[in-house]
C-alpha cells in the first residue's frame, strides 16, 4: 500500500475511507439532483430567460390540492391553459375564479407557461432539491453500509485487513 511521506497508516486509511464516503455521497446526489430539477426547475429557467409576461385568468381552485390553480391566457387571439400554484408574485390565499394572474409563457411554444414569476419559483425549488441531494444519499448509504455487511466492510475497513 502506497502512502504519501509523513502519513501514519491509521490517517492513510481514514482518508481513504473518507474520500470513498464522499464519492459515493457526491455521486448519489448527482444521482438525485439532476432528476429532481428536470421535473420544474428546468422549465422555470427557459421561462425566467425567454418568458414573455401576460395577464391571465384563473379558471379554477384547488386548495387542498397544494394550492393549485388552474388559468387560461390569450396570446395572438388564441387561449391557452396551465396549472400552477398561487403565489410567487400572485395572491397567495385570497384568488377567486375569474381573478387576474400573472403568467408567463415562452414565444416559441405558447402552451409551456407558468402562473406567477419564473424568478420566484425558481427560488422556491432550489432548497428543496438541494436538500434532497444531501439528506437522500447519506441516509442511504448509512442504511446501505448498516444492513449489508459487506457493503460496510468495503467502505470502512482497509484492503489488506478484510482478507485476513
Not at 444492513?147 to 484492503?159: A, D, K, M, S, T
Amino acid at each position: 500500500m502506497l502512502r504519501p511521506l509523513g502519513c501514519t497508516k491509521l490517517a492513510y486509511r481514514r482518508a481513504r475511507n473518507l474520500g470513498k464516503f464522499f464519492a459515493l455521497w457526491l455521486l448519489g446526489g448527482v444521482a438525485i439532483t439532476i432528476p429532481l430539477s428536470q421535473i420544474n426547475l428546468v422549465r422555470f429557467l427557459r421561462l425566467k430567460r425567454q418568458g414573455i409576461r401576460t395577464n391571465g385568468l384563473v379558471t379554477d381552485l384547488e386548495p387542498t390540492n397544494h394550492q393549485a390553480v388552474h388559468y387560461s391566457f390569450k396570446v395572438a387571439g388564441r387561449t391557452y391553459s396551465g396549472i400552477g400554484r398561487a403565489g410567487f408574485g400572485n395572491p397567495e390565499f385570497c384568488l377567486t375564479r375569474g381573478q387576474d394572474l400573472i403568467v408567463y409563457y415562452l414565444p416559441s411554444d405558447h402552451f409551456e407557461s407558468c402562473a406567477g414569476n419564473p424568478k420566484e419559483l425558481i427560488s422556491n425549488e432550489v432548497p428543496p432539491i438541494v436538500l434532497a441531494g444531501i439528506t437522500f444519499p447519506l441516509f442511504a448509504l448509512g442504511i446501505y453500509s448498516w444492513r449489508f455487511p459487506p457493503f460496510r466492510r468495503w467502505l470502512f475497513v482497509p484492503r489488506s485487513a478484510s482478507h485476513t
